[in-house]
Structure formats: structure tokens, C-alpha cells
């Protein structure tokens, strides 16, 4: 069993609709939680970097954390084509351990 | 005034050669990456370097050498290459945060073996 799962989609939304994505973790050391956006033939970029439980919002984005259940989510509100994109979850125990990714889930919002 | 560049980003190469993959960033970050990603899109960490020194060796064939000539350059070189070595490469920096690290991630290196 991998340390994060993480559905690989495809999700498919129309444009408008709030996308979910979540992550499932094992190991409890986590403590900071991050989510990327990867484009097609790009390196992945930094959406969203949290730390322990709880919610951060930023433009229409939003990260949950839940700790207690090891479980992150990321929703985007309002989605448009352009967030097309494969969403991967990363996690690391603290600066200097290894970053852990999930396997990432292709989003497709169509017009 | 890209902040992590690696060249080239495209190699087509045949088995059993040797090639290069450079990485350069100007963001002033003291740690750099070797990922992996394989065709399911899973990345892997290989390396890891700070200020020079390597941090972090996963269980990589020794085929693969990075070299950190300065704490902006880590480049990766791969000997005798093999089929199962057609991936994407991505170098990284990273900024710490408090007690937290977060990754700045180039553009790839499509590797494909021939």
C-alpha cells in the first residue's frame, strides 16, 4: 500500500462546477500538506501549502486538512477550462525529509 | 528569468549511451531535486542536495551521478542507460518555511530510450 492514495480520474466537470479532489494518507508524521497543479508536458506548481489540520482559502481555491482522519481535500469553485490540469497531493514530516506525492488526478473541465 | 531551468528538455537516445541533464535556479533556495515520473505520473525522489552536499540517495542504480558544482547547479548524469530509464526528469529547489519546505519545480527533461 502506497504511503498517499489518490483516485487518477479522470474527473470530468462542466465549466462553473466545483471540482473535489482528496488524498488519503498512512503514515501520522505528515505535517505539512501541499497540492500542486501539473499541465500537460509541465513541472508540477505550487497551488496550495498548509500546515496540520484545518482550511485555507485562496482565490477559488481551498484546502482541507483533517489530521484526525488522514485525509486532505482541495475544491475549486467556479472551475474553467483552463484548470484542466492533473492535481497531485504532496506531504512532507518536516524541511528536509522526503516530499511524498500522491499519484495524482486528471481534471477536465469542459466549455 | 526562469526560476529552475534544466536542459535539454527533450533526449532521445539509444541504449547504452551516456548522457547529461543540466538544472540551474536563481531563486537562492540552498536545496535541489532529482524527480522521477514514470508514465502513470507518479514522481519519485532520487537525490537530494543542500549547499553541495547530497542529503537524500533513494535506492537508484548507480548508473545515475548527480553533481552539485554549486548550491544554484545539480546536474544529472546517467551511464549505460537502459529502456526502463525512459521517464520524465524533474529538478527542483526548495524554500523552507518555518519548519516546512516547499518545492519549486523545472519545466522536465523528457528522456527516451531507444
Known amino acids: 500500500q502506497k504511503e498517499v492514495e489518490q483516485d487518477p480520474g479522470p474527473l470530468s466537470v462542466p465549466e462553473g462546477a466545483i471540482v473535489s479532489l482528496n488524498c488519503t494518507y498512512s503514515?501520522?508524521?505528515?505535517?505539512?500538506f501541499m497540492w500542486y497543479r501539473q499541465y500537460s508536458r509541465k513541472g508540477p506548481e505550487l497551488l496550495m501549502y498548509t500546515y496540520s489540520s484545518g482550511n485555507k482559502e485562496d482565490g477559488r481555491f481551498t484546502a482541507q486538512v483533517d489530521k484526525s482522519s488522514k485525509y486532505i481535500s482541495l475544491f475549486i469553485r467556479d472551475s474553467q477550462p483552463s484548470d484542466s490540469a492533473t492535481y497531485l497531493c504532496?506531504?512532507?514530516?518536516?524541511?528536509?525529509?522526503?516530499?511524498?506525492f500522491g499519484g495524482g488526478t486528471r481534471v477536465l473541465v469542459k466549455p | 528569468d526562469t526560476a529552475v531551468s534544466q536542459t535539454p528538455k527533450y533526449l532521445v537516445t539509444q541504449m547504452g549511451n551516456d548522457k547529461s541533464i543540466k538544472c540551474e535556479q536563481n531563486l537562492g533556495h540552498d536545496t535541489m531535486y532529482w524527480y522521477k515520473q514514470d508514465s502513470k505520473k507518479f514522481l519519485k525522489i532520487m537525490f537530494s542536495?543542500?549547499?553541495?552536499?547530497?542529503?537524500i540517495n533513494e535506492t537508484v542504480p548507480n548508473r545515475f551521478s548527480p553533481k552539485s558544482p554549486d548550491k544554484a547547479h545539480l546536474n544529472l548524469h546517467i551511464n549505460s542507460l537502459e529502456l526502463g530509464d525512459s521517464a520524465v526528469y524533474f529538478c527542483a529547489s526548495s524554500q523552507i518555511v518555518g519548519s516546512g519546505e516547499k518545492l519549486f519545480f523545472g519545466s522536465g527533461t523528457q528522456l527516451s530510450v531507444l
Open positions: 542536495y543542500n549547499n553541495k552536499e547530497l542529503i
Open positions: 503514515n501520522s508524521a505528515f505535517q505539512y
Open positions: 504532496a506531504m512532507i514530516k518536516a524541511a528536509g525529509n522526503k516530499l511524498t
